[in-house]
T-cell receptor, first 118, second 113 residues
Framework: GAVVSQHPSRVICKSGTSVKIECRSL??????MFWYRQFPKKSLMLMAT?????????EQGVEKDKFLINHASLTLSTLTVTSAHPEDSSFYIC??????????????FGPGTRLTVT | QKEVEQNSGPLSVPEGAIASLNCTYS??????FFWYRQYSGKSPELIMS????GDKEDGRFTAQLNKASQYVSLLIRDSQPSDSATYLC?????????????FGAGTQVVVTP
């Protein structure tokens, strides 16, 4: 399957600072990438759809000014958590899609970034 | 409100037995269906995709799709302790933005030696 990387894998930051998370598709181009967050023992929550060369589409209840998404190239999307607070501590996971062996669109996840805000 | 429903489990399965996971979805227009495996503390890993009615086999995994009944299932044969994980069902519907998936809450599987 296609490979998606994320960096950093873990980050600890102080309350009030900003953190940038990178998501890269390593062996394919992705015009669309997705950003999720997941709290412990909870299901995935889609935050936003990142579109190359255009604005991201945010899910209801997600603050676009707090979670800044930039999809500047076909292989890179970034999520910046601005003015982070302890309640933003979570597991952030990106995904990107590629055509699978069955010919359909399949979504592959990066390894995730664990953010802890102190 | 589109929904994807799964039993949360845990589903306890003896080693070597068959694990059977079920998923139902509410949007009859859904066309693409996926099973992901997620180990604790890790991100989801795609293990199966299915697009048409019937069975699809890949190694020890078999996905079954019945669009008329709006359910998709996953069978894990010869279950191993390494299969212990949460299995997520995901569905794509054309009316959603391109590529967007609706996820179920996941079924936790525990394979006991």
């Amino acid at each position: 399957g296609a490979v998606v990387s994320q960096h950093p894998s873990r980050v600890i930051c102080k309350s009030g600072t900003s953190v940038k998370i990178e998501c890269r598709s390593l062996d394919f181009q992705a015009t669309t990438m997705f950003w999720y967050r997941q709290f412990p023992k909870k299901s995935l929550m889609l935050m936003a759809t990142s579109n190359e060369g255009s604005k991201a589409t945010y899910e209801q209840g997600v603050e676009k000014d707090k979670f800044l998404i930039n999809h500047a190239s076909l292989t890179l999307s970034t999520l910046t958590v601005t003015s982070a607070h302890p309640e933003d501590s979570s597991f952030y996971i990106c995904s990107a899609g590629d055509t699978g062996t069955s010919g359909g669109y399949e979504q592959y996840f990066g390894p995730g970034t664990r953010l802890t805000v102190t | 409100q589109k929904e994807v429903e799964q039993n949360s489990g845990p589903l306890s399965v003896p080693e070597g037995a068959i694990a059977s996971l079920n998923c139902t979805y509410s949007d009859r227009g859904s066309q693409s269906f996926f099973w992901y495996r997620q180990y604790s503390g890790k991100s989801p890993e795609l293990i199966m995709s299915i697009y048409s009615n019937g069975d699809k086999e890949d190694g020890r995994f078999t996905a079954q799709l019945n669009k008329a009944s709006q359910y998709v299932s996953l069978l894990i044969r010869d279950s191993q302790p390494s299969d212990s994980a949460t299995y997520l069902c995901a569905v794509n519907t054309p009316t959603d933005s391109w590529g967007k998936l609706q996820f179920g809450a996941g079924t936790q599987v525990v394979v006991t030696p």
